[in-house]
């Protein structure tokens, strides 16, 4: 092939489930293609599986399967290492191996990452090595390369994405069904969506890992997974879900984050994962099934979002072997003058604080149950205005016949989350009020 200007770059496959046999034939598959793209041929010449049946089955005389991902990494005639055994465990040793053994490292593992991504791309930079992860948030989307390089002439301001297929599968089917989390959950696992263990992806762990990282390549600070504020949807009622919809709100588990730099109280990087109300009118509310989307507002840019699949073999295996390609171009480039791992220069790095959720400032959705009684209302809107607290949006159910409780649900303005724990505190020890209250944050995305 007359593009050639090298040779060959030789990869070594750690891993080969799911991603690993995408990565395979997904680079196999449009071999020449992407020797166009990267200018010299990239060959997957080894894989390491514990189920080397399995691997075999897979790449048959393609690669040379063996058993030990640490002789993998060890070997000198491998120049990448594509990391895909996921975890933080084993993934984190062989990662940092690979890296003292001068190789570069593709990965789509976003927990090894969130987790111990500052001493990785330390490890990374000291050695001159590569550490790429385009795969590691939201699958296909390239919203790691957006960031990090379509962007860069912006001051992000914020970040809100369903980063989580599993969980927005729930929502969806619960939103359109009626269903109950519980009973969607069981079809969810059915049909393969969420792993048999979905603790990660339910308790919104996994969106956690990926919002980790998506901060720190928008803002220029280190991963911070512990300061991630995460809640995730396995309490969420359909009640709510329908009564948002009255409102014209959807609810979408949103990883956001957002600078704040100017206004009252403490100033610094607000990082959360929770359940969300949207309003159904824009369009990352209209994300259903497992789909993914990331809405990005810089200050030149304005609004900017990007949707694809974020998981599944192939869409991931997209992003895996686009790294692979980046990697292949620039191998021999100056370490000094490739793109930055965490989008800004290792020297550059910001303190600003991540925002204790005290601190943070949203709206919310609000529901109790209260007695049907003169009164109730008064007080309600008493707590809320000694709070600082601006009503927005108010719904009260009629009661049913010889009922006498309803629901009351309240939208509020923006206002920091501190006041809201206080008037929820100060509302639940009412009389008068029968449940503990909803609490949903809400916000607009304008
Ligand atoms: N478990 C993830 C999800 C997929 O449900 O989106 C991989 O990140």
Redesign the pocket.
């Known amino acids: 092939m007359g593009v050639e200007k090298f040779g060959p770059v030789r990869v070594g496959l750690l891993g080969i489930g799911t991603v690993g046999g995408g990565t395979f034939e997904v680079l196999w598959r449009n071999r020449q293609e992407i020797t166009r793209r990267a200018g010299r041929r990239i060959e997957i010449t080894q894989v390491a599986d514990r189920d080397v049946d399995h691997a075999r089955r897979i790449v048959a005389d393609r690669a040379r399967v063996l058993d030990d991902a640490a002789a993998v990494v060890a070997d000198p005639a491998i120049d990448i290492v594509v990391e895909l055994i996921g975890g933080t465990g084993v993934a984190l040793k062989l990662v940092l191996a690979a890296i003292e053994a001068g190789k570069h490292v593709v990965t789509a593992n976003?927990a090894l990452l969130a987790m111990h991504g500052n001493e990785i791309f330390a490890a990374a930079s000291r050695r001159g090595v590569m550490v790429a992860f385009e795969a590691a948030v939201a699958?296909g989307i390239p919203i790691i390369k957006a960031l990090r390089e379509g962007l860069s002439a912006n001051r992000i301001e914020s970040i809100a994405g369903i980063?989580?297929?599993?969980?927005?599968f729930i929502l969806s089917e619960m939103r359109d069904k009626g269903l109950a989390f519980d009973a969607v959950l069981a079809e969810a696992q059915r049909l393969g969506?969420?792993?048999a263990d979905p603790t990660?992806?339910i308790e919104g762990v996994?969106a956690a890992h990926?919002a980790t990282i998506l901060a720190a390549l928008a803002f220029g600070i280190p991963v911070q997974f512990d300061k991630c504020y995460v809640e995730g949807i396995s309490t969420l009622q359909s009640t709510d879900i329908k009564f948002a919809e009255q409102l014209g709100y959807r609810i979408k588990l949103l990883a956001i984050t957002r600078r704040r730099e100017r206004g009252e109280g403490p100033h610094g990087i607000e990082l959360r994962v929770h359940p969300t109300l949207i309003p159904a009118r824009r369009l990352i509310a209209n994300v259903e099934g497992?789909m993914?989307a990331v809405w990005v507002k810089g200050d030149a840019v304005g609004e900017t979002m990007y949707y694809g699949k974020?998981?599944g073999a192939e869409p991931?295996a997209s992003a895996v072997v686009a790294d692979l390609i980046d990697v292949a171009r620039v191998l021999t480039a100056d370490p000094e003058n490739r793109v930055p791992h965490l989008a800004f220069q290792a020297e550059s790095i910001s303190d600003l604080p991540i925002l204790p959720m005290d601190d943070v400032e949203t709206a919310y959705y609000l529901r109790m149950r209260v007695a049907d009684e003169p009164g109730v209302l008064a007080d309600l809107a008493r707590i809320l205005a000694d709070g600082e607290i601006s009503i927005d949006a108010l719904l009260q159910r009629e009661p049913g016949a010889g009922e006498d409780q309803t629901d009351i649900v309240l939208l509020t303005h923006v206002t920091f989350e501190r006041r809201v724990n206080q008037a929820i505190a100060r509302i639940e020890a009412l009389p008068t009020v029968l449940s503990k209250v909803v609490r949903i944050r809400l916000e607009e995305l304008a």
Not at 163 to 168: K, L, P, Q, Y
């Open positions: 976003k699958g980063i989580n297929g599993t969980t927005n969506y969420a792993e990660f992806d996994d990926k497992a993914n974020g998981a991931t």
